[in-house]
């Protein structure tokens, strides 16, 4: 059973500081790693694909892969109340299907 | 905005009745895939259609089918519902390579939140 583990939540910050949220994955093999932000009651929003070891930066988000320990992470920076939201981890584990893990809440304080 | 759309946007249905939920891809793309998201829980892979044929099932019974169409636009098929396909429901469009052998970024749709009664 290929999975995605998340910590469920929910992940309070204050307004300013940095989220983080962490990810893991049972299946060595796989290539590409999403992270999606979910509002409530909305569809997943791509933020970041990340494909090789190391970081990835797009304006306040980094991700980070790590394929030996088999984890990615999602670091926002200067979180803002809008981005308040679930954050899914998604892992393409063949072209047919991304695994979705349970998606960590981020609640971020004013 | 994906560029994917969905219809409808809601839908109330009896238990044992059949439904069908529709996508648009976005421009460009060939690959349509269907996920189920029960409240609480991330997306669940459906299958996936690619030049019109299934192309990848998830661990879903027979009674969820689809279709896609020349112009890329799917359709999925559910019989016989029950209580707990009660969810919501997202398409997501990618692009194949000619060679099929990768899809890679999905783009969700807006989704449509079925209710089984």
């Known amino acids: 059973q290929k999975e995605v583990e998340q910590n469920s939540g929910p992940l309070s910050v204050p307004e300013g500081a940095i989220a983080s949220l962490n990810c893991t994955y049972s299946?060595?093999?796989?290539?590409?790693f999403f992270w999606y932000r979910q509002y409530s009651g909305k569809s997943p929003e791509l933020i970041m694909s990340?494909?090789?070891?190391g970081d990835k930066e797009d304006g306040r988000f980094t991700a980070q892969l790590n394929k030996a320990s088999q984890y990615v992470s999602l670091l926002i920076r200067d979180s803002q109340p809008s981005d308040s939201a679930t954050y899914l981890c998604?892992?393409?584990?063949?072209?047919?299907?991304?695994?979705f893990g349970t998606g960590t809440r981020l609640l971020v304080s004013p | 905005e994906t560029g994917v759309t969905q219809s409808p946007t809601h839908l109330i249905k009896t238990r044992g009745q059949q439904v069908t939920l529709r996508c648009s891809s976005q421009s460009g793309h060939n690959t349509v895939s269907w996920y189920q998201q029960a409240l609480g829980q991330g997306p669940q892979f459906i299958f996936q259609?690619?030049?019109?044929?299934?192309?990848g099932r998830g661990n879903f019974p027979p009674r969820f089918s689809g279709l896609q169409f020349p112009n890329y636009s799917s359709e999925l098929n559910v019989n016989a519902l029950e209580l707990d396909d009660s969810a919501l429901y997202l398409c997501a469009s990618s692009l194949a390579p000619r060679s099929g052998r990768s899809t890679d970024t999905q783009y969700f749709g807006p989704g449509t939140r079925l209710t089984v009664l």
């Open positions: 990340i494909y090789s070891n």
């Open positions: 998604a892992v393409n584990y063949g072209f047919q299907k991304l695994v």
């Open positions: 299946d060595r093999v796989s290539q590409s």
């Open positions: 259609y690619y030049r019109e044929e299934e192309n």
